[in-house]
């Protein structure tokens, strides 16, 4: 998810109740109520003219969910475009290692196989014995191009730093720059004159003259990521999760649906079904990167989190987070939920709605974040 790029995202997070934020997402949009109604109006006369999508329901049956579900998730893959295979094992360099005292650093890159060198760090917790648990970390987007995988350092999008918080409770932790972020701002077509929003609308139309979308780009370097985590020497490769925050939220549950690697998931503030999203005029809300072409033709969000199914799969999101609007996000447990009961693990499910809350991570969602991993990944 991606805030209007005026708007700073530290201002964001430091502004957790509703009653401001919403006032000030509606003067950047330039809002007001007669607007507002004029563009519900809109967003129905336009989602009218779509070819209805086909409605996701569970099967009656685990049997024929099995059967159906690699059928969704063949269809999902064809609909991110016309992705270059990935490389058997990735092209792996280290670059440094650090001691930092109660975790170790390392600074690593590896060749995408497309054109692109693919930065990253993993945290290596200190006296472990034997494989430990591992999390693929997922930055967000909130306009910070120059950030990415920095984020795990630093507190701007969650209440603690991730990467060496996770590392001293035992899990190596890995997470990678996505395209035009961190050091591959500047990196695009455009070269480094074009970096921020600018280098990222550029890499957008680039892979959709390839027949792609700058999204398939963007996960098929979270998957290269997650089978060079799981390949790690010090990796239990049967106890790996993944985790995210906003745009990072995104990317967790499309790993999830996309491979069944991973364990087990955590979201926070980013779970949105794509017409709701259509019909609160939230498009704005999201930036270029986010858009699958003919998406809607074939599903909604809900069919894409089904996948998960049955591994544990939390979600955390604020009612007041304009992005992730809450009509849908209660359509998407609706309609998941069931999927979940087939295996008799409804309560693998999480789906936990904040009152008054807009875009942000509380140290509360982040202590639920811990106790989630720790249940599904620890011993």
Not at 277 to 290: A, E, M, P
């Amino acid at each position: 998810m991606c805030y209007h790029p005026r708007m700073s995202s530290r201002f964001l997070a430091s502004h957790r109740r509703a009653g401001l934020l919403s006032a000030l997402l509606l003067a950047l949009s330039g809002g007001s109520s007669v607007m507002a109604q004029t563009e519900t109006t809109n967003a129905d006369r336009w989602l009218a003219a779509l070819p209805a999508s086909p409605e996701f329901l569970a099967p009656a049956s685990r049997a024929a969910w099995e059967k159906q579900r690699p059928e969704i998730r063949a269809r999902l893959t064809e609909l991110l475009g016309k992705l270059p295979a990935r490389p058997a094992r990735p092209d792996v360099k280290i670059l440094s290692r650090e001691d930092k005292g109660d975790f170790v650093l390392e600074k690593f890159t590896f060749d995408n196989g497309a054109g692109a060198t693919v930065p990253g760090y993993v945290f290596l917790p200190k006296n472990a014995t034997g494989k430990s648990p591992a999390i693929l970390y997922c930055h967000w987007h909130g306009g910070q191009y120059d950030i990415g995988k920095e984020e795990m350092l630093k507190t701007n999008a969650t209440p603690v730093a991730a990467g060496p918080e996770l590392a001293r409770k035992g899990y190596v932790v890995l997470g990678i720059d996505a395209y035009c972020f961190g050091e591959r701002n500047g990196m695009g077509p455009g070269g480094p004159a074009e970096k921020g929003s600018g280098g990222e609308m550029t890499a957008s139309k680039f892979n959709l003259w390839a027949g792609r979308s700058l999204w398939g780009m963007i996960i098929r370097d979270d998957l290269m990521a997650l089978d060079y985590l799981s390949a790690r020497p010090e990796v239990d490769a049967t106890r790996v999760g993944v985790t995210g925050i906003s745009m990072g939220a995104t990317r967790t549950w499309w790993i999830m649906a996309l491979d069944e690697r991973p364990k087990c998931g955590v979201a926070v503030a980013c779970l949105t079904r794509y017409q709701d999203l259509i019909k609160t005029q939230g498009l704005k809300y999201h930036g270029i990167y986010y858009f699958v072409p003919g998406m809607l033709s074939h599903y909604d969000t809900e069919a894409i989190v089904a996948l998960a199914a049955p591994r544990p799969m939390l979600f955390m999101t604020g009612d007041k987070d304009f992005g992730s609007p809450i009509d849908g996000i209660r359509i998407i447990e609706r309609r998941v939920k069931p999927v979940y009961a087939l295996y008799g693990r409804e309560a693998d499910f999480g789906n936990v709605i904040y009152p008054d809350l807009g875009h942000v991570y509380l140290p509360e969602m982040w202590a639920k974040t811990v106790e989630w991993l720790g249940r599904n990944l620890q011993p």
